[in-house]
């Protein structure tokens, strides 16, 4: 892990589950990672719970299906961080299709 210490990582859907824990670990291991979830408020009590570590952890508030939020997200990283080594594409959305009649499915897409 050290060839990526330093460098910038950034997780989508980051606010829990497996974007948080990846985006802990990358932290850890002294990466600068750039979390992106809808809700900015659980990224940032975990920030603190990462201050101390060898990493340093940005959270921005941004929702994957809206186009302006991921410019606005990319601008600041390009702005602040000088771009992306590392690309965590974790945030996914599930909605309810029909399929043949009454039957229902849930689907889910990886963005």
Known sequence: MNRWKGRV???TGASAGIGEAIAKALVK???KVVGLARSLDRMKNYEKELEGEPGKFYPIKAD???EED???AFKWVSENLEGVDVL???AGVA???RLLGNLF???VFQH
């Open 9 to 11: 990582a950034l997780v």
């Open 29 to 31: 291991q002294g990466m």
């Open 64 to 66: 994957m299906t809206k």
């Open 70 to 72: 991921l410019l606005a």
């Open 88 to 90: 965590v594409n974790n």
């Open 95 to 97: 909605f309810e299709a």
């Open 105 to 107: 499915i849930f689907i």
